[in-house]
Nanobody, 121 residues
């Protein structure tokens, strides 16, 4: 079972920064991508950023230029550096690992439990 574990959330003032981490534990054969998503109270879960196995990245328009996704393969960890935070960024942030647990198995998404990010005005 693959279990992403998020950390690094907290309370920060508008304009501040936080760095979220996603560490994947468990056995996984290959990872296609790792993504960050967020869900504010009463809203749907939205895409924030993604890094693929080839290192390419995607960002939601709302975070482009402020957030940066990166990875440390040696630590099996993906980071989300969030700068210039706004109250509208307040949400629970989830990490999702897309991968295969063995050769030929289905490509599945594995979700973490989430970490709360609160930005005060």
């Amino acid at each position: 079972q693959v279990r992403p574990v998020e950390s690094g959330g907290g309370l920060v003032q508008a304009g501040g920064s936080l760095r979220l981490s996603c560490a994947a534990s468990g056995s996984i054969f290959s990872i296609a991508a790792v993504g960050w998503f967020r869900q504010a109270p009463g809203k749907q879960r939205d895409f924030v950023a993604r890094i693929r196995s080839d290192g390419s990245t995607d960002y939601a328009d709302s975070v482009k230029g402020r957030f940066t996704i990166s990875r440390d393969n040696a630590k099996n960890t993906v980071y989300l550096q969030m700068n210039g935070l706004k109250p509208g960024d307040t949400a629970v942030y989830y990490c999702a690992v897309t991968g295969r647990v063995r050769v030929g198995s289905a490509l599945l998404d594995y979700w973490g439990q989430g970490t709360q990010v609160t930005v005060s005005s």
